[in-house]
Nanobody, 124 residues
Framework: QVQLVESGGGLAQPGGSLRLSCAAS????????MTWARQAPGKGIEWVSG????????YYADSVKGRFTISRDNAKNTLYLQMNSLKPEDTALYFC?????????????????WGQGTQVTISS
């Protein structure tokens, strides 16, 4: 069955960096676009970034553009999110999710497979 396991979250200071990973199994990872999303305390889920199946295209929410970088290693079935210049408002539970298509992104509400999330807390 499809499994997505995030890791790499933790506590960081404003201006710091973290690298999230999402280990995928149970499906052909290289054939699907992947998404990072987050949910801050008391708020809804927010789309953060997406990457095509072959890594040829990447997209970012305006709130993280220029600070976050999404990437994937299809040989290792792993998705990454490098987060730099972190801000307190980046504090959230971060999820990876599998799309149903290789070259495009479905609405978050349509994504069937999600990881359990990894907590990121930015505080001094």
């Amino acid at each position: 069955q499809v499994q997505l396991v995030e890791s790499g979250g933790g506590l960081a200071q404003p201006g710091g960096s973290l690298r999230l990973s999402c280990a995928a199994s149970g499906f052909r990872f290289s054939e699907y676009a992947m998404t990072w999303a987050r949910q801050a305390p008391g708020k809804g889920i927010e789309w953060v970034s997406g990457i095509y199946s072959d890594g040829s295209e990447t997209y970012y929410a305006d709130s993280v553009k220029g600070r976050f970088t999404i990437s994937r290693d299809n040989a290792k079935n792993t998705l990454y999110l490098q987060m730099n210049s972190l801000k307190p408002e980046d504090t959230a539970l971060y999820f990876c999710a599998k799309d149903s298509q290789p070259l495009g992104f479905s609405p978050l509400s349509d994504l069937k497979y999600w990881g359990q999330g990894t907590q990121v807390t930015i505080s001094s």
